[in-house]
């Protein structure tokens, strides 16, 4: 779910919350934008939902309101990922996950019990980044919906995006598929 919705649905979003958590479901959430961890309504939100949230999907400069909003100590982005992934959850028996993309650095996958740091692979022609974090989104997702390890999912959602930032809007439709 994107967590633009908390603008102006918190109440769906913590419906649709509950429902993940008391049916065991994977809850997901982009963090969408900087805003959301600035504005105190909103933050007010994404702190209530964030207790359900088993994976949590961010770019560098969320990260940095995410840890300026919780008043974490860490400033780096790969420290505010691992506190970011320690807040308290409902369903403590399911660690969270929160991964933070960084354009043409690499992705950090983190869990309470540290982070993992993906490689990027450097694109021939940057056209247009438009769609870029929710092409990762669609690709990653779609490697964990396929019972794929965590790295391979975050590779597959670095392919999806290498598209779309190599054309001008975010198109993918005649482009070759990620193989795992």
């Keep these: 779910m ?5 603008t102006h649905s918190a109440d769906t979003v913590m419906h649709i919350a509950k429902h993940s958590h008391d049916n065991n479901k994977t809850m997901i959430m982009n ?3 900087p805003f ?33 909003a ?4 860490e400033t780096d982005v790969k420290g505010i990922a691992i506190a970011a992934a320690k807040l308290p959850k409902k369903n403590a028996a399911k660690p ?4 933070i993309t960084q354009g043409a650095d690499c992705t950090i996958v983190a869990t309470p019990d540290g982070a993992t740091e993906y490689a990027v692979n450097k694109v021939e022609k940057l056209v247009d980044t438009n769609g ?3 092409a990762f989104c669609g690709g990653f997702f779609a490697g964990l919906m396929q019972g794929k390890s965590v790295g391979d999912s975050v590779n597959c959602g670095h392919y999806t995006a290498s598209v779309v930032i190599q054309r001008s809007g975010c198109q993918f439709a005649d482009a070759a598929r990620h193989t795992f």
């Design 132 to 134: 870029a974090g929710d």
């Design 70 to 73: 919780f008043g974490f100590t």
């Design 96 to 99: 969270r996950m929160v991964v």
């Design 31 to 33: 963090t969408s934008a």
């Design 36 to 68: 959301l961890f600035e504005v105190p309504p909103f933050f007010a939100a994404f702190k209530e939902a964030w207790e359900y949230l088993d994976i949590v999907v961010g770019n560098e400069s969320e990260a940095a309101a995410i840890g300026k």
């Design 2 to 6: 994107a967590g633009f919705v908390l």
